[in-house]
């Protein structure tokens, strides 16, 4: 499976959205995107990817878009 | 006047919100003058509440009104809020303004962006002593209320004010609903003593939440246990917190790991952690642990707040006289609610609690006295902080889906707390039951998992067997 792929299957898994809907979700768009949901996106990238993610970026992450530049720091290139 | 918000001084900050508005305590006195040439009292208003100044105000305005609130969430779901709405009859609205052209209503007067709504209904019959009404739970599909007569609020507030020694410097963190029992225990134990709130609506997971804090200099911070769980994965231990002097728990059971930590951490940085607990049967909270006995007594939720008392019953509903013993844990004081109410009729109803709840946990007592929560009578579940009932969530599936269900707790552990358990006899259905009870508590679906068995196991009077789905769970 390639990154993006991961990627939009762990936003899907997260915020318990359709992986069609994931692609520029953001905390405005997803209505059920709220602290619960943030932790399960969240555990599905680290579960994915095989990181741990550092406290600022936790609650940085609020978009597709700025998840993809996270994973950056990361060494993941969605 | 309601919690003496009259003899506060009037340019002080009562509530500051995360959207930029603030509420003074002389405006939240002049709210309670406006509202009460817009509507007389005795009205059953529905106020659709979200963590903002406006909805803060409208609360204290109505209940000083005499008018009986409910507090609900702005954001239930809209099927709840119109079978509540045909339930009970509320012939006034308080709502964000966005929302008003939702309904079927007439705006009669607006503040701070909410707005008093007249609805097509008459205020229903309602006893003379009934002040406020909360929900059971947060978010289930339940119409269950709880009746609050006049002085619950106010007994629990000062109790609390007074335990937690808050003073007019104290600046309180409140991103628990308002609509939730603790959530309204945080908000009137600080304007009892005249301090400020922090009323925050973003969550805990973004930077916004931090910033606001951070800003507003917030001084304490009470949480269930799922906010914790957020507040370790941060490693907020580790963050600069420098306003940062008390942390609260309640409404449910920390894992003994994460209270021995945030004991510790209070002990070790001249912070203050208390354990506290409740329910909206009690108007929030019934007992506490000071918190220098924090270290001593991990788990405890320690003894009766001032003014209220604490016991044990055994199985035939004596009261254990032994200190060390375990039994269900019941509780008096001027706290206590009147009881509850299933519809429009029951608000004429009066105290049918006569000062006394047994809570159905069990709880055990300590040698020094001190209570700790080990299980419980009742069949639900504390679910990020909201109590869902098993049996509900069982009628629920019944009326929607063809097949037999039962549901159970999985017990909490670090990492994850209680989560539901739902055996069906039809596997082919298992997805839709979860989106189903995700969509009715608001709830994700992640909490809800669902094993399929051939049969429901029943006992020789066709009653479910949840021991035995216990087993069958491990």
Same mark, same amino acid.
């Not at chain 2, 239930?76 to 006034?92: H, I, N, W």
């Not at chain 2, 309602?126 to 739970?137: A, P, R």
């Not at chain 2, 400020?196 to 973003?202: H, M, R």
């Not at chain 2, 004991?263 to 049967?281: I, K, L, P």
């Given at each position: 499976?390639?990154?993006?792929?991961?990627?939009?299957?762990?936003?899907?898994?997260?915020?318990?959205?359709?992986? %069609?809907?994931?692609?520029?979700?953001?905390?405005?768009?997803?209505? %059920?995107?709220?602290?619960?949901?943030?932790?399960?996106?969240?555990? %599905?990238?680290?579960?994915?990817?095989?990181?741990?993610?550092?406290?600022?970026?936790?609650? %940085?992450?609020?978009?597709?878009?700025?998840?993809?530049?996270?994973?950056?720091?990361?060494?993941?290139?969605? | 006047?309601?919690? @003496?918000?009259?003899?506060?001084?009037?340019?002080?900050?009562?509530?500051?919100?995360?959207?930029?508005?603030?509420?003074?305590?002389?405006?939240?006195?002049?709210?309670?003058?406006?509202?009460?040439?817009?509507?007389?009292?005795?009205?059953?208003?529905?106020?659709?509440?979200?963590?903002?100044?406006?909805?803060?105000?409208?609360?204290?305005?109505?209940?000083?009104?005499? /008018?009986?609130?409910?507090?609900?969430?702005?954001?239930?779901?809209?099927?709840?809020?119109?079978?509540?709405?045909?339930?009970?009859?509320?012939?006034?609205?308080?709502?964000?303004?966005?929302?008003?052209?939702?309904?079927?209503?007439?705006?009669?007067?607006?503040?701070?962006?909410?707005?008093?709504?007249?609805?097509?209904?008459?205020?229903?019959?309602?006893?003379?002593?009934?002040?406020?009404?909360?929900?059971?739970?947060?978010?289930?599909?339940?119409?269950?209320?709880?009746?609050?007569?006049?002085?619950?609020?106010?007994?629990?507030?000062?109790?609390?004010?007074?335990?937690?020694?808050?003073?007019?410097?104290?600046?309180?963190?409140?991103?628990?609903?308002?609509?939730?029992?603790?959530?309204?225990?945080?908000?009137?134990?600080?304007?009892?003593?005249?301090?400020?709130?922090?009323?925050?609506?973003?969550?805990?997971?973004?930077?916004?939440?931090?910033?606001?804090?951070?800003?507003?200099?917030?001084?304490?911070?009470?949480?269930?246990?799922?906010?914790?769980?957020?507040?370790?994965?941060?490693?907020?231990?580790?963050?600069?917190?420098?306003?940062?002097?008390?942390?609260?728990?309640?409404?449910?059971?920390?894992?003994? /790991?994460?209270?021995?930590?945030?004991?510790?951490?209070?002990?070790?940085?001249?912070?203050?952690?208390?354990?506290?607990?409740?329910?909206?049967?009690?108007?929030?909270?019934?007992?506490?642990?000071?918190?220098?006995?924090?270290?001593?007594?991990?788990?405890?939720?320690?003894?009766?707040?001032?003014?209220?008392?604490?016991?044990?019953?055994?199985?035939?509903?004596?009261?254990?006289?032994?200190?060390?013993?375990?039994?269900?844990?019941?509780?008096?004081?001027?706290?206590?609610?009147?009881?509850?109410?299933?519809?429009?009729?029951?608000?004429?109803?009066?105290?049918?609690?006569?000062?006394?709840?047994?809570?159905? @946990?069990?709880?055990?007592?300590?040698?020094?006295?001190?209570?700790?929560?080990?299980?419980?009578?009742?069949?639900?579940?504390?679910?990020?902080?909201?109590?869902?009932?098993?049996?509900?969530?069982?009628?629920?599936?019944?009326?929607?889906?063809?097949?037999?269900?039962?549901?159970?707790?999985?017990?909490?552990?670090?990492?994850?707390?209680?989560?539901?358990?739902?055996?069906?006899?039809?596997?082919?259905?298992?997805?839709?039951?979860?989106?189903?009870?995700?969509?009715?508590?608001?709830?994700?679906?992640?909490?809800?998992?669902?094993?399929?068995?051939?049969?429901?196991?029943?006992?020789?009077?066709?009653?479910?067997?949840?021991?035995?789905?216990?087993?069958?769970?491990?």
């Amino acid at each position: 499976m390639t990154n993006l792929k991961k990627y939009r299957a762990a936003f899907a898994e997260g915020l318990e959205i359709d992986g %069609a809907q994931a692609e520029g979700a953001s905390v405005g768009t997803v209505a %059920a995107w709220d602290s619960i949901t943030q932790m399960s996106l969240i555990a %599905a990238l680290e579960e994915t990817f095989e990181i741990e993610i550092e406290p600022e970026d936790i609650v %940085a992450l609020n978009s597709w878009e700025n998840g993809i530049e996270i994973l950056k720091k990361y060494g993941i290139e969605v | 006047m309601f919690l @003496d918000i009259d003899k506060k001084p009037a340019a002080a900050i009562a509530a500051i919100d995360d959207s930029g508005e603030r509420v003074t305590y002389g405006e939240l006195a002049g709210a309670a003058c406006y509202v009460s040439g817009l509507l007389p009292p005795r009205e059953l208003v529905f106020c659709l509440c979200e963590n903002r100044a406006g909805a803060l105000a409208g609360y204290i305005a109505l209940y000083q009104n005499k /008018d009986v609130p409910l507090l609900l969430d702005a954001a239930a779901d809209k099927e709840l809020l119109r079978l509540l709405m045909e339930l009970y009859g509320p012939s006034y609205l308080w709502l964000p303004e966005r929302m008003a052209g939702e309904f079927p209503v007439e705006a009669v007067g607006s503040y701070k962006g909410f707005v008093l709504a007249k609805t097509p209904y008459n205020a229903p019959k309602m006893h003379d002593g009934l002040s406020f009404l909360l929900s059971t739970s947060g978010s289930t599909g339940t119409p269950k209320l709880v009746r609050h007569r006049y002085g619950n609020l106010e007994a629990n507030a000062r109790a609390v004010a007074g335990i937690f020694g808050w003073d007019a410097r104290e600046r309180g963190i409140c991103h628990l609903p308002i609509q939730y029992t603790m959530g309204l225990n945080v908000i009137n134990s600080h304007l009892y003593a005249g301090a400020a709130v922090l009323l925050t609506k973003s969550s805990l997971t973004s930077s916004a939440f931090w910033d606001f804090i951070s800003e507003q200099k917030g001084t304490n911070f009470t949480g269930v246990p799922y906010s914790y769980e957020i507040l370790f994965k941060l490693r907020f231990m580790k963050r600069e917190l420098p306003y940062l002097r008390t942390l609260a728990s309640g409404g449910g059971k920390l894992p003994e /790991d994460r209270f021995a930590a945030l004991a510790e951490y209070a002990a070790g940085t001249g912070r203050r952690f208390f354990s506290t607990f409740g329910t909206t049967e009690t108007s929030a909270r019934m007992a506490f642990l000071p918190p220098e006995m924090a270290m001593l007594k991990v788990g405890s939720i320690g003894r009766a707040i001032p003014g209220g008392e604490l016991w044990l019953l055994d199985d035939s509903g004596s009261v254990i006289g032994n200190t060390e013993a375990e039994g269900e844990l019941c509780c008096s004081g001027p706290n206590v609610t009147m009881g509850y109410a299933n519809s429009r009729g029951d608000l004429s109803r009066g105290d049918e609690l006569n000062g006394v709840y047994h809570t159905g @946990d069990i709880a055990r007592r300590d040698r020094d006295g001190c209570y700790y929560i080990i299980g419980r009578r009742q069949r639900f579940l504390k679910l990020f902080g909201h109590r869902v009932s098993l049996e509900q969530c069982e009628m629920l599936i019944g009326a929607e889906f063809a097949s037999d269900c039962a549901c159970i707790g999985s017990d909490p552990c670090a990492g994850s707390g209680e989560r539901m358990k739902i055996f069906l006899t039809d596997q082919s259905i298992a997805e839709q039951v979860r989106a189903f009870l995700s969509e009715k508590t608001g709830l994700p679906r992640s909490v809800f998992s669902v094993s399929a068995l051939d049969e429901i196991p029943r006992n020789q009077s066709g009653k479910i067997d949840y021991p035995e789905l216990k087993e069958l769970n491990t």
